[in-house]
């Protein structure tokens, strides 16, 4: 019994290690064949676009300086928003997401689907599509401004009146 004892104390805790190990190894062997940061390649620069809108709204749109000034900002806007999210923190916190949303026995199953031909072309297919729905979103979103800066103004006035009230 006393050896019993031993043997549980000494190797549970190396084999709970171990699993944990091979678990987040196969959360990370998912992030790499998702190929994620060409994903975060093509959110930046959607991203930049969106940033390049909110430094056009303090320029003279015919001055070509104040518009080149736009133009460069929103480039190191980018590298800023590229840098973090390329991180090691961030990836480290994209594999632990993975490895909490997923059995170790699941993430390989996902893995070996993503090796299979159409896994592949889904990958290969991902970023096009992210890419054409990009500028499609964000001219939606656009259409939708006149509705969104509607709700602003009526929520200062309704939080002026609260305030007011309560005065």
């Not at 991203?47 to 133009?71: G, M, P, T």
């Not at 592949?120 to 499609?136: A, D, G, H, Y």
């Not at 602003?152 to 309704?158: A, R």
């Amino acid at each position: 019994m006393k050896y019993v004892f031993v043997w549980v104390v000494l190797f549970f805790p190396f084999s709970t290690l171990a699993d944990d190990a091979a678990h987040i190894r196969s959360a990370e062997k998912l992030v790499d064949v998702l190929n994620i940061n060409e994903s975060i390649d093509v959110t930046v620069e959607g991203l930049r676009s969106v940033a390049l809108s909110q430094y056009a709204q303090f320029i003279d749109v015919d001055n070509e300086d104040e518009a080149s000034l736009a133009v460069s900002y929103s480039y190191m806007h980018k590298q800023v928003l590229s840098e973090f999210y390329h991180s090691k923190k961030v990836m480290n916190l994209i594999v632990t997401l993975y490895k909490e949303a997923f059995t170790k026995e699941e993430l390989d199953e996902i893995f070996d689907f993503y090796m299979s031909s159409t896994g592949k072309k889904l990958i290969q297919e991902l970023p096009r599509i992210q890419q054409k729905m990009q500028p499609v979103m964000i001219s939606e979103v656009k259409q939708l401004q006149p509705v969104t800066d509607d709700l602003m103004i009526e929520f200062k006035k309704e939080l002026q009146r609260m305030r007011d009230s309560n005065r």
